[in-house]
């Protein structure tokens, strides 16, 4: 009855909740510093807490599904227009899930260099896709472009590049971005999750590339992870066809109006990202002066941690590290890394020195 | 490129803001009633509003994925247990794409009685399922159980029985759907979001049946449509197959907190239910009296009423409302209806006098 490519899947196994870990470990909630997801250390934008609390009086009525407004918003902040624009409500990975209902068909192919997001995967694999797997070049902690050109073949679908990198925190180029696009007729998915951060997006390249899709959050420099809001960038056509099959109420009400509201509060924009750099530059050279770690440069908010050296793989120093309070993410189950990574997201001035203060502890 | 499946469909034409129909109509935003999606009259339980209010801080923060304090709530509320329970972040509409990526090859079937809920056949169409229309007997407003096991093949995957039927109101018989679940091994999918309305469940089936999932929802008797927030309740061995897939955060924090509220604010449940089915009753003897109307008996919180005998057709009724404020659903689109029904959604005693005035205004 349940289709074969289900039953040959792995359960899923989902991240312990704060309430677990702190009953674990023996400790207080309050004091638990979240450095595992990336998230925004500075909180959301107080127009977005007052607009949600403004509008739980409608949580009984059905969102809208036209979205107009937000659309706008987001075509000015992206610089495009409203028609080349979808918005999701499971964050972009709600986008991710319409290229898989929009372009693969059983037995299809998508490209994904090693080490990336593993939730491509994960979201395309029902869908019957094949994972291709291009390189991404630790040493120049960028793609190996020849390595997801050498990938392509008849029946590549998707081929997804991260910029920012997650986890690896680099960027690509341009000029390898367009030598793909231009090496195919398949959508190429250029995940800005984290562009905000690095301050430069490949945007522009929609106006001359017809196989180009841009994927946005509003989790990272928006401060909304727990929202669920994100969006894809494309030419018209597309973006009409992905509109056809889109679950028509995903995003909640309360989701609708913090992205509005986000959107209009230049000033949290903007002292958002600047925080989130400042803290990403403090954190990497305080872990550059530690002999027995290997830090990656980052464009992101977050930091790529070579720990081999410690002589403790990631399962046992992030063990340690909850011990004290701390949570970072082990790099593990990243195809492409071994056990010796772990990710460390940027907290605010105060968190990033409990880190650094238990992580001397445990290794030095 | 884009799948030939996905070429063939037509366009998604959204439904129109309420901003735009009070610009359209010439109306105060808060003039207009809105009986046309089958909301909750009430508004959201207070306990919820607070609760939601109080979560706002932790915006920045993703959802938990577990869900385990929910789906606890859940299986007391459904007298089941929490690994019979899956939550889905788009209402009861992440759980039948769920249904889409658990059950349903390319070329698979799926059986639908006409007129039912729509949504069944827009979500599975994109993974290549073909939908086979049984029938629903409208002069006795239940399912034609003949039908739906004749249209039973070994290419069929799910059938859906929508128990208070979505947009005729009426009931299937207990021993209407065990007829069915022995006639199949295809997975039985009794829609169960008007439940609270009818005072009527099966989930006692699911102890001798392996072959059911019951579907529900928050956006009905919950008073949380705009949250999206729903349910499936089934076997352990099909709810852990279907946890393989599904997407990890998209309740957002603030529906988990929501719902988590609601289903401890028994007063309200209690409170709500009563309402809706009080003024169901009312809206029911007000519209029996006016002659050129034929009303269904309803189970839910809604009527399908047949208009012909009033000269006009759904459209054009419903424009005339839509003229004096009144929003309700035009049921052309409906498969398995003609152009002559409209369905209203209970309001508050107040909104029920409101349209039928205008009704009569406009008919009489």
């Given at each position: 009855m349940i289709r074969d490519t289900i039953l040959g899947t792995e359960p899923y196994v989902p991240g312990r909740s704060i309430k677990e870990i702190a009953k674990e470990y023996k400790l207080k909630e309050s004091e638990i510093v979240k450095l595992?997801?990336?998230?925004?250390?500075?909180?959301?934008?107080p127009k977005a807490v007052e607009a949600v609390k403004h509008e739980t009086?409608?949580?009984h009525r059905y969102p809208e599904s036209g979205l107009d407004d937000l659309k706008k918003a987001i075509a000015d902040y992206s610089e495009t227009?409203?028609?080349q624009i979808i918005v999701g409500g499971d964050g972009a990975d709600e986008i991710i899930d319409l290229l898989g209902k929009t372009f693969i068909d059983p037995g299809s192919e998508f490209i994904v260099p090693l080490p990336s997001y593993m939730y491509y995967e994960y979201t395309l694999r029902p869908y019957g896709a094949k994972p291709a797997y291009a390189k991404w070049d630790m040493e120049e902690n960028t793609v190996d472009t020849n390595s997801v050109i050498e990938s392509i073949n008849d029946k590549t679908r998707l081929i997804f590049l991260c910029t920012p990198n997650n986890p690896t925190g680099g960027l690509i180029r341009e000029d390898d971005i367009t030598r793909i696009l231009e090496s195919t007729s398949a959508l190429v998915v250029v995940d800005e999750a984290y562009f905000e951060f690095a301050?430069?997006?490949?945007?522009?390249l929609l106006k001359d590339y017809e196989n180009l899709l841009i994927l946005r959050t509003f989790s990272k420099a928006m401060g909304l992870?727990?929202?669920?809001i994100g969006y894809g960038i494309s030419n018209p056509r597309i973006i009409d066809y992905m509109h056809r099959i889109k679950p028509v109420f995903s995003l909640t009400r309360l989701s609708h109006v913090a992205a509005l509201a986000t959107l209009s509060d230049k000033d949290y924009i903007k002292k958002s990202i600047e925080f989130s750099i400042k803290s990403r530059e403090y954190l990497y050279h305080r872990l550059s002066e530690m002999d027995k770690l290997r830090v990656l440069r980052s464009y992101a908010n977050y930091l790529l941690v070579d720990i081999r050296e410690t002589g403790m793989n990631a399962g046992q120093l992030v063990d340690e590290l909850l011990k004290r309070g701390v949570i970072v993410r082990d790099?593990?189950?990243?195809?492409?890394?071994?056990?010796y990574w772990i990710r460390v997201s940027v907290g605010t001035i105060k968190e990033d020195d409990k880190f650094i203060d238990a992580l001397k502890e445990i290794i030095e």
């Open positions: 595992g997801s990336n998230e925004n250390p500075l909180g959301p934008s009086k409608n949580m227009r409203p028609n301050g430069v997006s490949n945007i522009k992870a727990g929202m669920r790099c593990t189950s990243f195809k492409g890394l071994d056990e």
